[in-house]
């Protein structure tokens, strides 16, 4: 996947990060490498996103480094050397004019000249020197990184050298859309309604979970979507009610709903939507009372979207819709009981990741584009109802990207089981 963006959007996210660079600093992204799976086989490549975010590059084992001392900002991408005979195994390696039209980095080296490099700035800082690494670990049993064994490194062969996180400024940079970035997520987006179209049409009664899967990853595999942001959740009956279930093994009997949660991604811009369906494509008057609560609390979150609100009003304003509409329908006598049916958060940022880098106590600012995503799980009933959009925060509210998925339970029924 290669990006289609001008190199002028990442010269200027670069431009921007060196200037919350202090003096005497340097920042050092690891593109990654393949994991190994079994013996000779390995897992698909996929970018480190903050080395992606600031090169535009989606190639294994590179290292970006920029300088700032005395005012002046340098940037190096290091490379690997080329090698007749890997090549004819793996084929070439990126150049640098290949490397030069993605990014706009205009110097570059190999990777077996990068450390020296790196020990002549340190040199040159004359014991003032601050390192920043993507520190990013979501939990204690991660393997380590090489951003982590690199700071282990590099702190035991230069005590003075102060290690920092850039994880921060990533954040904030990354946090608001550009144009080119919101252009991203509405190509995937529009790859994911061809699916949800394209699964809707060929449901039946007693379909398997993954034949639907199967009509969801030729519509997107025909758009040339290899890497999919997160496994597609394809939730029957029951299985709706469990939020991240992923098995996608079970039949869709007759009367049950399917809870759709998926998402294309276009050059690693992720889509993120749900819509719940009948697999026989007649709601029951009772699946269409609490599909319409979920509906109801998604509409009106929706239009509490402007800049700023933060995430938690958001889903402040979703637990009274729900909690309201529980009262009414007898599910609960309290609105403190709400947590039974209803227990994660309504919304979270999107972007080049699926739960995209974020401050969840940060009011919103135009060009930030998140989730809205209520949903009821009652096991009792083995009914699961969640709807989500994807929502661009503009100057005066918002705009919802996803708007063309249908989500009206007229619009849904029509379009089960009717092949084009």
Request: charged share 25%; proline share 3%.
């Amino acid at each position: 996947m290669t990006t289609t963006m001008d190199s002028k959007e990442f010269v200027n996210r670069r431009q921007k990060l060196a200037e919350k660079m202090p003096e005497h600093s340097v920042l050092v992204l690891f593109s990654g490498v393949a994991k190994t799976r079994s013996q000779d086989d390995k897992y698909p490549f996929s970018p480190n996103r903050n080395f992606y975010y600031l090169t535009g590059i989606a190639r294994s084992n590179l290292i970006l480094m920029i300088t700032k001392r005395a005012g002046s900002v340098s940037e190096t991408l290091f490379l690997q050397r080329p090698n007749e005979l890997e090549a004819k195994w793996t084929g070439a390696v990126l150049s640098d004019q290949e490397a030069k039209e993605l990014s706009g980095i205009e110097h570059f080296d190999y990777l077996d000249e990068w450390l020296e490099a790196f020990a002549t700035f340190v040199r040159r800082c004359e014991g003032q020197c601050s390192l920043y690494l993507d520190l990013y670990r979501y939990q204690w049993s991660d393997e380590q990184t090489l951003a982590e064994a690199f700071a282990e490194d590099a702190q035991k062969k230069y005590k003075t050298l102060q290690i920092q996180d850039a994880g921060p400024w990533l954040k904030e940079l990354r946090m608001v859309k550009s144009p080119a970035e919101i252009e991203e997520i509405k190509r995937a987006i529009a790859i994911t309604d061809e699916a949800i179209r394209r699964m809707w049409a060929h449901s039946r009664p007693g379909i398997m979970e993954y034949e639907l899967e199967a009509h969801y990853d030729f519509a997107l595999k025909s758009n040339g979507v290899r890497e999919l942001p997160y496994l597609p959740i394809i939730a029957s009956g029951i299985n709706a009610t469990v939020l991240h279930y992923e098995a996608n093994n079970q039949r869709a009997e007759d009367g049950d709903l399917v809870l759709l949660d998926l998402g294309a991604a276009s050059n690693y811009y992720a889509a993120d939507i749900s819509r719940t369906f009948p697999v026989n494509g007649r709601f029951t008057e009772r699946q269409k009372a609490i599909y319409q609560l979920v509906l109801e609390a998604e509409i009106k979150t929706i239009e509490a979207v402007k800049p700023g609100v933060t995430l938690q009003q958001l889903n402040e304003v979703t637990k009274q819709v729900l909690a309201d509409g529980l009262l009414r329908l007898g599910l609960i006598q309290d609105s403190s009981e709400l947590s039974r049916y209803y227990y994660h958060a309504v919304s979270h940022h999107l972007g080049l990741d699926t739960h995209d880098v974020s401050d969840y106590s940060a009011v919103m600012q135009p060009g930030m584009v998140i989730t809205i995503e209520p949903g009821l799980y009652i096991e009792e009933e083995a009914i699961g109802i969640r709807i989500e959009d994807d929502v661009l925060v503009t100057a005066d509210g918002y705009e919802v990207l996803s708007a063309q998925i249908p989500k009206e339970i007229a619009e849904v029924e029509l379009l089960i089981g009717k092949k084009e």
